[in-house]
């Protein structure tokens, strides 16, 4: 996932069942390369999906099973520790994530949101038909 702004990258990378997420800064010496990959820290529970929430904040889906799955706000920076993003109120565990304006979730094959990590969950739209991944423009 690339920051907004261009200048960070956030990558999902690993062995299955092991995947852990990854921070880098985007160099323009000689093309887009990832220079400074290095690990975030979120514990040693598989990582599913990443966003950036801003240029600062990454929102990660990590998953410890089929029924089992947590949203984290992380400073990628280290400023502060993760925040666990509320998900009362979704009918099933989150597959997917897009942060921006708002975060947006999937569950139970139905597009969810909420204006920030703190408030509840309200249906968007119903995404019958199978799996699908939120996605902001940019």
């Given at each position: 996932?690339?920051?907004?702004?261009?200048?960070?990258?956030?990558?999902?990378?690993?062995?299955?069942?092991?995947?852990?997420?990854?921070?880098?800064?985007?160099?323009r010496?000689?093309?887009?390369?990832?220079q400074?990959?290095?690990?975030?820290?979120?514990?040693?529970?598989?990582?599913?999906?990443?966003?950036?929430?801003?240029?600062?904040?990454?929102?990660?889906?990590?998953?410890?099973?089929?029924?089992?799955?947590?949203?984290?706000?992380?400073?990628?920076?280290?400023?502060?520790p993760?925040?666990?993003?509320?998900?009362?109120?979704?009918?099933g565990?989150?597959?997917?994530?897009?942060?921006?304006?708002?975060?947006?979730?999937i569950?139970?094959?139905?597009?969810?949101?909420?204006?920030?990590?703190?408030?509840?969950?309200?249906?968007?739209?119903?995404?019958?038909?199978?799996?699908?991944?939120p996605?902001?423009?940019?």
């Open positions: 996932s690339l920051s907004r702004d261009g200048a960070r990258v956030a990558v999902v990378a690993g062995a299955a069942g092991r995947e852990r997420l990854w921070i880098g800064v985007v160099g010496e000689d093309g887009a390369q990832i400074g990959l290095r690990p975030l820290d979120v514990g040693d529970t598989p990582v599913s999906d990443v966003s950036w929430s801003d240029a600062g904040t990454v929102v990660a889906l990590i998953r410890s099973g089929e029924q089992d799955s947590s949203l984290y706000s992380i400073d990628v920076d280290g400023g502060s993760a925040v666990l993003v509320s998900t009362a109120g979704l009918p565990p989150p597959t997917a994530v897009a942060a921006g304006p708002a975060l947006l979730t569950a139970a094959g139905t597009l969810w949101r909420t204006p920030v990590a703190s408030e509840s969950w309200t249906r968007v739209e119903d995404r019958r038909g199978g799996e699908s991944a996605a902001y423009p940019g």
